[in-house]
């Protein structure tokens, strides 16, 4: 998926950006990875990083399907990627009602051996993600991501 737009940064690098808009259904949900799995590609990231970004794209949009529209007709995602060398800022927005998915979810005992099947959608997000923050305004939940690859000194 080729970027819609580029935006210049102070370094008068030209950034990639991706925007799509996706029907608030689970099959829906790959398309949306797809776009993520660009973006990644163009920040340089590796293979394992490009899927735990995918990783988390999949477990918001989740959340927002089955717990924010509370059905797969109801609305839809709109996702805006933003790649730039080291760096991949991930945006969704929705009209679900209000959920904050930036509130670090509390730590949960389980054994490790038994984990529990569903429910650590946001354990994930906030464990692959470097930064994970959220807005609400005018009735639009906005979900912003990133992920930075680590520096080396050298």
């Not at 899927?51 to 989740?62: I, K, R």
Request: aromatic share 4%.
């Amino acid at each position: 998926m080729p970027p819609e737009k580029r935006r210049l940064l102070p370094s008068d690098a030209i950034v990639p950006i991706r925007r799509l808009t996706i029907p608030g259904r689970l099959d829906a949900i790959e398309t949306a990875c797809d776009c993520v799995e660009a973006g990644a590609q163009d920040a340089g990231f590796d293979d394992s990083t490009s899927y735990a970004c995918q990783l988390a794209v999949a477990e918001a949009c989740e959340n927002i399907i089955k717990h924010g529209y509370a059905s797969e007709t109801a609305g839809e995602i709109r996702l805006e990627v933003t790649s730039a060398p080291g760096d991949l800022t991930i945006r969704l927005e929705d009209s679900a009602p209000r959920f904050n998915p930036a509130r670090r979810p509390s730590a949960h005992a389980w054994d490790q051996h038994d984990p529990p099947v569903g429910g650590l959608g946001l354990h994930i997000i906030h464990r692959v993600m470097d930064h994970v923050s959220y807005v609400r305004r005018s009735g639009t939940n906005r979900l912003t991501m990133r992920k930075r690859l680590a520096r080396t000194s050298g």
